[in-house]
């Protein structure tokens, strides 16, 4: 008897956890939405609104620590893209040269 209560809860478990995956999809990390194909980086509470490195877009980075949200923007700073991202360990940041791309950092995208 014991053992069917166990896996009663196990299965129970389960289902909840399928249905509240059933709209998305979770990949390593990453969470596709199936029914709008929106994709967003989803590690340790981390939340990339331009999905990762892209510097084309200016992107929000959010990520909630001890109850606190804290988020980074990408930047440009003396010409240079800073382009924010999540990471297994929390927001990581890189840097851009635009230029490299034929193109010039403007408002926290390279254009």
């Known amino acids: 008897m014991n053992m069917s209560i166990k896996s009663l809860v196990i299965l129970a478990v389960i289902l909840l956890f399928l249905v ?3 709209k ?17 980086l989803q590690v340790s509470g ?10 084309k877009n200016r992107g929000v980075v959010k990520i909630v620590q001890d ?3 804290s988020q980074k923007m990408d930047e440009c700073f003396n010409g240079i893209l ?15 040269n635009c230029a490299s791309s ?4 403007y408002a926290g995208a390279c254009s």
């Open 24 to 40: 998305g999809k979770i990949t390593g990390g990453v969470v596709t939405d199936t029914t709008t194909k929106d994709v967003k």
């Open 67 to 69: 109850g606190r949200t």
């Open 20 to 22: 509240a995956c059933s």
């Open 46 to 55: 981390c939340q990339d609104s331009d999905e990762g490195k892209v510097a």
């Open 102 to 105: 034929g193109k010039k950092c």
């Open 82 to 96: 800073v382009e924010y991202y999540c990471d297994k360990t929390g927001i990581k940041s890189e840097n851009v």
